[in-house]
């Protein structure tokens, strides 16, 4: 009887592990929190709340919300109340199907003030008109703060006043954000403009050989373009001039690159000659003897040290936002030239005195000591991009 018994079990047992479980595979509801009657009020004033919720494959039969400082506030789809407590409230939203599926939280803020007491300030407007613009055009941004306290709007902005408008002319899809900060705290929004690019033209321009140049310290004007140390110790300026005039005069650049990089190296003008420095100087149709410049502390467009190595140009061209700036500069004034000056700065990597030295000695017998960049050998070239403004 006992083995029978002992039978009977194991056979209910075996069954049992074979039915299948039931799983609960509906796809959980989705809901929204629709609007909120007020963001900012003070204790004891009523804030109303409203939400749905879709289900794709049952009914929406319950719902719950809930606040991060006060727990449990309705189970209603739309509901107003006055009991919030003072302080920074989450509020969380969720719903339920008729298979028993929660769907995912979703939040909102709500800030509730004591009447009398320290404010945090409140963003009212925050927004961009319009929303969508092509590269080159502008849009409007407006804000209207409430409270007492500092506004910044970043990128590019800074500090504003507690409500006002500014245009603004952003080249990519670009983010502002709002910034309003007191002693309670700081409030932000944000708001994003959308830019559509413009179509990309590419131009390369060769220097303008008769416009290009040497200039040496002592006054004597050359027409090849070395920049450095010649055989004689005297230093020497070159100088490139482009013709832009093939560029519509109401394109914006956007980058430019010099190209010097075939230009032959004369012995070691790296870094006896310290850094390869490149000027914005708008010289003319010729050169003057009087153009050449002893020392230009700052300002340059672009600056090159090649680190003790003096055998070689680097293989890239040079860009610069400085370039860019310039070449723009010159299109605007409608000028149908664009001309540089490049120089050897050896000043902000050696004093007078340990340059002097140290180039000497490393002259051998019979050796030249000229040391410089022969460029005109090396098809310099300005690479310009730009777009038209539709």
């Not at 991060?68 to 509901?79: D, H, P, R, T």
């Not at 989450?90 to 599926?101: E, M, R, S, V």
């Not at 500092?150 to 006002?164: A, E």
Request: net charge neutral; glycine share 8%.
């Amino acid at each position: 009887m006992r083995k029978a018994a002992i039978a009977i079990l194991m056979l209910a047992l075996l069954v049992t592990g074979c039915a299948r479980s039931t799983v609960n595979t509906k796809l959980a509801p989705l809901a929204y929190i629709d609007s909120v009657s007020s963001p900012q009020v003070y204790t004891g004033e009523k804030v109303k709340f409203s939400g749905h919720a879709i289900s794709s494959e049952g009914q929406v039969i319950g719902y719950n919300w809930r606040s991060s400082i006060n727990g449990n506030l309705s189970q209603l789809a739309s509901f107003e109340t006055d009991s919030l407590t003072a302080g920074q409230h989450t509020i969380w939203f969720k719903a339920q199907d008729n298979y028993g599926n929660w769907s995912n939280e979703v939040g909102t803020n709500v800030t509730v003030l004591i009447p009398g007491g320290p404010e945090k300030m409140s963003i009212k407007v925050f927004t961009a008109t319009p929303p969508e613009i092509k590269e080159g055009e502008w849009s409007t941004l407006t804000w209207d703060v409430g409270g007492s306290g500092t506004v910044r709007i970043d990128p590019d902005i800074g500090g504003v006043s507690m409500s006002g408008s500014r245009s603004v002319q952003p080249i990519k899809d670009t983010v502002y954000t709002i910034y309003a900060r007191n002693d309670e705290g700081t409030m932000t929004a944000n708001t994003r403009i959308l830019v559509t690019p413009l179509h990309v033209y590419t131009t390369t321009l060769y220097s303008v050989a008769a416009e290009d140049g040497t200039v040496r310290k002592d006054k004597v004007v050359l027409d090849g373009v070395m920049v450095g140390q010649n055989d004689m110790q005297i230093q020497m300026q070159g100088f490139l001039s482009f013709d832009i005039s093939s560029i519509p005069r109401n394109a914006i650049i956007k980058d430019v690159d010099l190209d010097i990089s075939k230009s032959v190296v004369i012995n070691s003008p790296f870094p006896w000659q310290g850094s390869l420095n490149i000027y914005n100087q708008q010289y003319g149709s010729s050169l003057r003897p009087s153009d050449y410049m002893i020392i230009v502390p700052a300002g340059y467009l672009y600056s090159w040290n090649y680190n003790y190595v003096a055998t070689m140009m680097p293989s890239t061209p040079f860009t610069s936002p400085d370039f860019v700036a310039t070449v723009q500069k010159q299109l605007d004034a409608g000028s149908n030239r664009y001309q540089i000056r490049l120089q050897f700065e050896k000043y902000y990597y050696y004093s007078r005195a340990d340059y002097t030295a140290q180039f000497y000695s490393t002259v051998k017998s019979g050796e030249s000591s000229a040391n410089y960049l022969d460029i005109s050998t090396g098809n310099a070239k300005l690479i310009v991009r730009y777009v038209i403004p539709e």
